[in-house]
């Protein structure tokens, strides 16, 4: 089951850094941690950011580009996402999202349905 590595709420200021961890633990199978989605209160589940299995290839939801990098370590089944610069409206509940490798290494996946696995959830705050 896909959990986050420091589940919880986390507080931080506005322009302020934090670095969320996501890993697949228990017996997984070849399920691997490659994508993050986030909601806000009263807002649908949006997308955040994605990797490929290669780490070659990501994308990113335009509010958070230039500001977030995905990341992620094969061997140890987890993703990070760094979170720079953050602003109030990053305001969320951030998930992380499991699937299996694509047999192209290269392939970025963005849509909720791509994914088998998810995690609780952390709740991320920005104040201002």
């Known amino acids: 089951q896909v959990q986050l590595v420091e589940p919880g709420g986390r507080l931080v200021q506005a322009g302020g850094s934090l670095r969320l961890s996501c890993a697949a633990s228990g017996r997984t199978g070849s399920l691997y941690p490659m994508a993050w989605f986030r909601r806000a209160a009263g807002k649908e589940r949006e997308f955040v950011a994605s990797?490929?299995?290669?780490?070659?290839?990501?994308n990113y939801a335009t509010s958070v580009t230039g500001r977030f990098t995905i990341s992620r370590d094969s061997a140890k089944k987890t993703v990070y996402l760094q979170m720079n610069s953050l602003k109030p409206e990053d305001t969320a509940l951030y998930y992380c999202a499991a699937r299996t490798r694509n047999y192209n290494s290269n392939s970025v996946y963005v849509a909720p349905s791509d994914f088998a696995s998810w995690g609780q959830g952390t709740q991320v705050t920005v104040s201002s």
């Open positions: 990797i490929s299995w290669s780490g070659g290839s990501a």
